[in-house]
C-alpha cells in the first residue's frame, strides 16, 4: 500500500493525459466552460465556484484515492471544506457531538456559528466511547473527531467511532490535517467524511491556504451542493500550487516522522525540559492507540522547558534553525507558544485545565537535517536557562 500511495501522488487525479503532450498539468484559468448549444442541468455545468473545474477535480479525485474514499473536493481553505462539509449534514433541530480538543477556528465555528442556525453541539470526551454513548440521542447526527489534537497531541478513539456512527446511524467525520493520508487513511478506516487543511502537510511549502474533503459519495455530492451556495471553491493558481506540493507528500512526511520522534526523544532525556508530548513516545498517554491506528506519529511535538514562560520565550528568542510562527506542515520547522497564538483565544483557567501551560512550545519539524536541529534546540535550551 505505501508503494501503491506513492505512485498516486505522482500520477492520480487526472481525467486523461494533459493537453498538448505536456507532462505535467496544465493551469485552466477558466471561470466557464463550453455547453456547445446542448442543454446542461445546472448542478453539471462547470463552473469554477462549483468546484468541478479540471484542476480542482485532479485535487478531489486524488485525495479521495489517498484517504480510500469514493469522491473528492477541493476547497478554498480548510476551515470552508469544515464548514462546507458540516453544512452539507446538519440541519436545525440538529445534534453534533465533537471532541473537546478541537482546532480553535472549529472549536469557534461549532460554539459559535452553529448553535446560531438552530445547531446544537455537544463537547465529548474523543477518547471515551463510553461518553459518546452518554450523549447521543435521536436528534443527533454525526460524531467529529481530528486524528491527533493540538497542540497536545492526543489521539481520540479512531477504531471506535466508525462503527458507534454505523450503530446510531451518525455521520462519522474527522479532521485528517495533522496525520496525513500517509500517517491515517482515514476513509480506508472507516470513516465517512474526512476533512484537510491542506494549507498544512498536503501543500507542505507554507505558501497558499486550501482544503479538501474526502469521503462517501451522497456526502461528498451534499459538501458539492453546499460548496456552490457558499463559495469556498478552490482557485486554479492554489489547484496547482497543491498538486505540486503533494507530489512530496510521502517523502516530506516519512522524514518529519522520523526527525520528530528523534527530537522528542532527545527533548524528553534533556535536563532543561519538563515533560514532552509526542504520541510516538511511550511516556504519552495515547501512545499504544496511536502504534495501532496510526502507519506513522506525525511530525508535530509540544514541550514544556524548565522554567516555566519566561524560559520558553528566551528560547523562542534563542533558536536559529526553526522559524517562529504559527501553523504547521511546512518544509521549514516552526515554533510557536500555543498560549500566545493558537490558544490566546481561550480563557486562562480553561486552558490550563485541557493542559496547555503558559510555557508550552510546539514545533512543527520540518525537513532540515535532524542533527542540525537537534543542536539548534540543544544549544538554544542553554542559553535560555541562563
Ligand atoms: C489549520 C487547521 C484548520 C483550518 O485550516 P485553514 O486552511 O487555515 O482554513 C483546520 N483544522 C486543523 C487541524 C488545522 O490545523
Not at 181 to 195: Q, Y
Request: glycine fraction near 10%; proline fraction near 5%.
Amino acid at each position: 500500500m505505501r508503494d501503491e500511495l506513492e505512485h498516486l501522488l505522482l500520477h492520480e487525479g487526472r481525467e486523461g493525459p494533459p493537453p498538448e503532450d505536456a507532462v505535467v498539468s496544465p493551469i485552466f484559468q477558466s471561470a466557464m466552460y463550453r455547453t456547445r448549444g446542448v442543454d446542461v442541468e445546472e448542478g453539471a455545468l462547470r463552473y469554477l465556484r462549483y468546484g468541478n473545474t479540471p484542476d480542482q477535480r485532479e485535487i478531489g479525485r486524488l485525495l479521495a484515492k489517498l484517504e480510500g474514499a469514493e469522491d473528492g473536493l477541493a476547497t478554498s481553505s480548510g476551515m470552508a471544506a469544515i464548514s462546507t462539509a458540516l453544512l452539507g449534514v446538519l440541519s436545525e433541530g440538529d445534534h453534533l457531538l465533537a471532541q473537546e480538543a478541537l482546532y480553535g477556528g472549529t472549536r469557534d465555528l461549532l460554539t459559535d456559528a452553529l448553535p446560531s442556525f438552530g445547531i446544537e453541539v455537544e463537547l465529548v470526551d474523543g477518547g471515551d466511547p463510553a461518553a459518546w454513548e452518554a450523549a447521543v440521542r435521536s436528534e443527533t447526527r454525526a460524531l467529529y473527531l481530528e486524528t491527533i489534537s493540538n497542540p497536545l497531541l492526543r489521539i481520540p478513539a479512531l477504531g471506535a467511532a466508525p462503527g458507534f456512527c454505523r450503530e446510531h446511524g451518525l455521520a462519522s467525520i474527522v479532521d485528517n490535517t495533522f496525520a496525513t493520508p500517509w500517517n491515517c487513511r482515514a476513509a480506508e478506516a472507516g470513516f465517512d467524511l474526512v476533512l484537510h487543511s491542506a494549507t498544512k502537510y498536503l501543500n507542505g511549502h507554507s505558501d497558499l491556504v486550501a482544503g479538501a474533503i474526502a469521503g462517501r459519495a451522497d456526502l461528498v455530492e451534499a459538501a458539492a451542493g453546499r460548496l456552490r451556495q457558499l463559495g469556498g471553491s478552490l482557485d486554479p493558481h492554489a489547484c496547482f500550487l497543491l498538486r505540486r506540493g503533494m507530489k512530496t507528500l510521502a517523502l516530506r512526511v516519512e522524514r518529519q516522522n522520523a526527525t520528530s520522534l528523534r527530537l522528542a526523544r532527545s527533548l524528553e532525556d534533556h535536563a532543561g525540559v519538563d515533560r514532552v508530548h509526542h504520541p510516538g513516545l511511550e511516556s504519552h498517554p495515547d501512545h499504544d492507540r496511536a502504534a495501532r491506528e496510526l502507519a506513522g506519529f506525525g511530525g508535530m511535538l509540544s514541550f514544556e522547558p524548565a522554567g516555566g514562560v519566561e524560559v520558553a520565550r528566551r528560547l523562542l528568542d534563542a533558536v536559529e534553525v526553526p522559524v517562529v510562527a504559527p501553523s504547521l506542515g511546512g518544509v521549514e520547522s516552526l515554533l510557536t507558544r500555543p498560549a500566545a497564538t493558537s490558544h490566546a483565544s481561550m480563557p486562562r483557567e480553561e486552558r490550563e485545565a485541557a493542559g496547555i501551560t503558559d510555557g508550552l512550545v510546539r514545533m512543527s519539524v520540518g525537513i532540515e537535517p535532524a542533527d542540525r536541529l537537534e543542536a539548534d534546540l540543544t544549544e538554544a535550551l542553554a542559553r535560555a536557562a541562563r
